[in-house]
C-alpha cells in the first residue's frame, strides 16, 4: 500500500506540472500577449513595452515559467492587476464559498441519489425505473445555466419563494446567514449530479443483489432491509467513492456557469470575471488549483476504494 502511494504522489505531482505548463503556455497565446491582456486594449506600445520589461515578459517563456513556478513553490501565485491584490489573498477570500457551494450540492446529491438508486435496482425495468431513468437523464442533460434560470423563474419569481441571487457575504458566517438564498445554486448542481450518482448506485445495487452472499444471508434468515443495507449498500457504495474523486473537475465546471448565474461570489464567478477582462495570474492560479484539486481527489477516491473494500490490494 505505501509503495502505490508513493506510486501514486509522484504521478499526481507530474500531471499537476503538465497541467501548468500546458496552462502557462496557453495563456501566452493570448491576442498581444501577457502584457496586452493585463493593460487592456487602449494601453500604447509604450505602456506595452514598459511593462513587459518590468515584469519579466521579455524573457524565454521557459524562464518565465521557471520564475512562476519558482514563486509557487515558495506560496506566490502572483498578482492580480485587475483586482489589485495577490491572486493567493483572492483565493483565500473566494474558495471556501465555493467549497460550501459544492459540498453541499454533493451532499444534496447523495442523499438522493442512494435512495433512488436503490429503489431503480429493486424495481428495475419497471414503469417507475423507466420514469425515474427518464427524469434523470433529462436533468443530466440540461445545461447548468438553463437548470438555474428554470428555478429562479418558477421559485424566485413565480412563486417568491427563494432568492433570485445567492448569498453575497464576504464570510462563511454571512454566507450561511442568508441560508435561504443558496437554495437554488444548490439544488442546480445537485440535480445535475445526482442523475450520475443514481445510475451508478442503480447498476452496483444490481449487481449485489445477484451475488451468492446475498441469497445466503436471505436464506440464513435475514430479512431483506438488514441485507440491503449491511451487506448490498456498503459493496454498493463503492463505485460511488470513485465516482466522487472524479467528478471533482465536472462540479467545479459547474460552479463556473452556476455562481455566474446567481451572482453567487465563489471562485467560479471570479474565474469567470477574470476571463472575460483576461486577468492573467487569477487564470492561471485558479487552473493550477483546480488541477491539484483533481489528482487529489482522484487520489482520496483511490484510497477509500481501499478501505471499503478490503479484498482491494495494490
Given at each position: 500500500?505505501?509503495?502505490?502511494?508513493?506510486?501514486?504522489?509522484?504521478?499526481?505531482?507530474?500531471?499537476?506540472?503538465?497541467?501548468?505548463?500546458?496552462?502557462?503556455?496557453?495563456?501566452?497565446?493570448?491576442?498581444?500577449?501577457?502584457?496586452?491582456?493585463?493593460?487592456?486594449?487602449?494601453?500604447?506600445?509604450?505602456?506595452?513595452?514598459?511593462?513587459?520589461?518590468?515584469?519579466?515578459?521579455?524573457?524565454?517563456?521557459?524562464?518565465?515559467?521557471?520564475?512562476?513556478?519558482?514563486?509557487?513553490?515558495?506560496?506566490?501565485?502572483?498578482?492580480?492587476?485587475?483586482?489589485?491584490?495577490?491572486?493567493?489573498?483572492?483565493?483565500?477570500?473566494?474558495?471556501?464559498?465555493?467549497?460550501?457551494?459544492?459540498?453541499?450540492?454533493?451532499?444534496?446529491?447523495?442523499?438522493?441519489?442512494?435512495?433512488?438508486?436503490?429503489?431503480?435496482?429493486?424495481?428495475?425495468?419497471?414503469?417507475?425505473?423507466?420514469?425515474?431513468?427518464?427524469?434523470?437523464?433529462?436533468?443530466?442533460?440540461?445545461?447548468?445555466?438553463?437548470?438555474?434560470?428554470?428555478?429562479?423563474?418558477?421559485?424566485?419569481?413565480?412563486?417568491?419563494?427563494?432568492?433570485?441571487?445567492?448569498?453575497?457575504?464576504?464570510?462563511?458566517?454571512?454566507?450561511?446567514?442568508?441560508?435561504?438564498?443558496?437554495?437554488?445554486?444548490?439544488?442546480?448542481?445537485?440535480?445535475?449530479?445526482?442523475?450520475?450518482?443514481?445510475?451508478?448506485?442503480?447498476?452496483?445495487?444490481?449487481?449485489?443483489?445477484?451475488?451468492?452472499?446475498?441469497?445466503?444471508?436471505?436464506?440464513?434468515?435475514?430479512?431483506?432491509?438488514?441485507?440491503?443495507?449491511?451487506?448490498?449498500?456498503?459493496?454498493?457504495?463503492?463505485?460511488?467513492?470513485?465516482?466522487?474523486?472524479?467528478?471533482?473537475?465536472?462540479?467545479?465546471?459547474?460552479?463556473?456557469?452556476?455562481?455566474?448565474?446567481?451572482?453567487?461570489?465563489?471562485?467560479?464567478?471570479?474565474?469567470?470575471?477574470?476571463?472575460?477582462?483576461?486577468?492573467?495570474?487569477?487564470?492561471?492560479?485558479?487552473?493550477?488549483?483546480?488541477?491539484?484539486?483533481?489528482?487529489?481527489?482522484?487520489?482520496?477516491?483511490?484510497?477509500?476504494?481501499?478501505?471499503?473494500?478490503?479484498?482491494?490490494t495494490y
Amino acid at each position: 500500500m505505501t509503495g502505490y502511494l508513493l506510486r501514486r504522489v509522484l504521478q499526481s505531482v507530474v500531471v499537476v506540472v503538465l497541467v501548468a505548463v500546458v496552462t502557462f503556455v496557453l495563456l501566452q497565446l493570448l491576442p498581444g500577449g501577457p502584457a496586452r491582456a493585463i493593460l487592456g486594449p487602449k494601453a500604447t506600445a509604450e505602456q506595452i513595452e514598459t511593462f513587459t520589461r518590468q515584469n519579466g515578459y521579455d524573457k524565454p517563456v521557459v524562464v518565465q515559467f521557471l520564475r512562476w513556478a519558482g514563486g509557487v513553490l515558495h506560496g506566490d501565485l502572483g498578482y492580480s492587476y485587475k483586482l489589485n491584490q495577490p491572486v493567493l489573498d483572492v483565493i483565500d477570500e473566494h474558495l471556501p464559498k465555493t467549497i460550501v457551494l459544492m459540498a453541499l450540492s454533493t451532499t444534496v446529491a447523495l442523499v438522493l441519489a442512494v435512495p433512488i438508486g436503490i429503489y431503480q435496482a429493486r424495481k428495475r425495468n419497471t414503469l417507475g425505473d423507466y420514469a425515474v431513468t427518464a427524469l434523470s437523464f433529462a436533468f443530466y442533460a440540461m445545461p447548468s445555466f438553463f437548470l438555474g434560470e428554470l428555478l429562479i423563474l418558477l421559485f424566485a419569481i413565480q412563486l417568491h419563494w427563494f432568492s433570485p441571487v445567492g448569498p453575497n457575504g464576504d464570510t462563511l458566517g454571512a454566507v450561511f446567514g442568508q441560508a435561504s438564498s443558496l437554495v437554488l445554486p444548490v439544488a442546480t448542481l445537485a440535480l445535475i449530479t445526482v442523475a450520475s450518482f443514481s445510475r451508478y448506485v442503480r447498476s452496483s445495487v444490481m449487481e449485489n443483489l445477484s451475488q451468492d452472499y446475498v441469497r445466503t444471508a436471505l436464506a440464513g434468515g435475514a430479512g431483506d432491509g438488514r441485507v440491503l443495507l449491511r451487506h448490498v449498500l456498503r459493496n454498493s457504495l463503492i463505485p460511488v467513492v470513485t465516482l466522487l474523486g472524479i467528478t471533482l473537475p465536472q462540479l467545479f465546471a459547474g460552479a463556473l456557469i452556476t455562481e455566474q448565474v446567481f451572482n453567487y461570489p465563489g471562485m467560479g464567478f471570479v474565474f469567470v470575471q477574470g476571463a472575460q477582462v483576461h486577468d492573467y495570474p487569477i487564470l492561471l492560479g485558479i487552473g493550477l488549483m483546480v488541477a491539484v484539486a483533481t489528482v487529489v481527489g482522484s487520489l482520496l477516491a483511490d484510497i477509500g476504494y481501499a478501505v471499503l473494500d478490503p479484498r482491494v490490494t495494490y
